[in-house]
């Protein structure tokens, strides 16, 4: 499928909502939580998640080393990164090939290969090597054992896929796998809790830290990085895509052209995330972020896939395709709604965009003017994906 008119996101298949549905009995089995501790849960989960948000000097530890907290973890932060997850990965490009690596850097309770194999039951019988680093050994032996589980209840008690644990930072595991000719190098909900030293910034970190993940791919290797929707991640997002085109990685998914980044430095206030609204979450989660206080009635995320081996692309002249990176919104003197877009000749504010979503891919047509607010032209749609 042309990369114009390529979903951003895929529809559930009856496998991926069954799994999820099935993930809270998959909790129970290898975790074999306590009565108190179920019953402690949302206190536990509202808890966590404030000290993860609007009061992280409270993680004066990592959570890891609380029970509790990892419970709150495993048992909501888990289920909803895979409920946000399995629908992006089942969609990308990845070539992920008989016997390929893939190095996950701060794996955590390995989400993505869980999210993979819940995304993908067509890789379940092809080999795969994932090395998954993280600082915390306790989260990486929790998502072994789901991860095992999973598989178990798949079919496969000796799953095809070989799980590597490495214990240590981001730079020790890259430096490991420099020059090992890895597949995919991924990075999901790490670079925001980066903390750059006084002598560089974040622009300056991720630099550094692309051309390490360069260093360790093969020929027609792929990097993914994933981070929550908001601001902060937005800009994280931006700033890396920026910093990998200096090292010749281009991005294949959800840019629609390989130019300057729009949105980067722009005056509009946008950022590049998106939202995925009424997914099909299982019950049981649902029902576990209401008795939080954390129900949800959408999440959102902010994604880049890099290419080593993409060609470089110009775009078909007579269409204007534009990746929609905001929800509508209302705007002085005109009638309906407008969204922000990504395109190859910049930011467009998308006119009468009620039928826009977050992450399709209209093909636009530019009009003569220009937002005086943002700075991006106006736009018409003529087409969408």
Known sequence: MPDHIASLFSPLTAYSQA??????????????????????????????????????????????????????????????????????????????????????????PLTLPLALWLARPDLHATPLTFHC???????LSSGLALFNAQAAADGQAVPAWKIKLHKGGLNEALRLARGKQTKLVTALNVLNELKPDRRRGLRQTLDALTGEMRKTLGTDGQILLVEPGNRLGGRIIETARECAGNRGLLPSSPCPHNGPCPVLNSKSGAWCHFVQENQP???????????????????ALSFLLLDVKKEQRSGVPHLLPGRI?????????????????CTRKGLALVLAADAL???????????????????????????TD
């Not at 680093?133 to 989260?139: R, Y």
């Not at 990176?325 to 877009?341: K, R, T, V």
């Open 281 to 299: 979450a299982p019950h049981w989660l649902l029902a576990l972020s209401a008795k939080a206080h954390l129900a949800k009635t959408h999440t």
């Open 133 to 139: 680093n993280d600082i915390q050994p306790n989260a």
């Open 19 to 108: 799994a999820l549905n099935r993930f809270e009995q998959l909790l129970h089995t290898v975790l074999s939580p306590k009565p108190a501790h179920l019953k402690a849960l949302p206190v536990d989960i509202a808890d966590l998640s404030s000290r993860l948000t609007t009061h992280r000097q409270e993680l004066s530890r990592p959570y890891w080393a609380d029970a509790r907290l990892k419970n709150a973890y495993l048992w909501y932060f888990l289920p909803w990164n895979l409920v946000r997850l399995v629908p992006l990965l089942a969609g990308l490009p990845l070539r992920l090939n008989e016997n390929a690596h893939i190095l996950d850097l701060g794996s955590g």
């Open 357 to 383: 979503r977050s992450g399709s891919l209209p093909v636009l047509e530019p009009t003569d003017r220009t937002d005086l607010k943002s700075g991006a032209f106006l736009a018409r749609t003529v087409g």
């Open 325 to 341: 990176i905001s929800n509508p919104f209302s705007i002085a003197e005109e009638p309906g709604p407008a969204c922000y877009a």
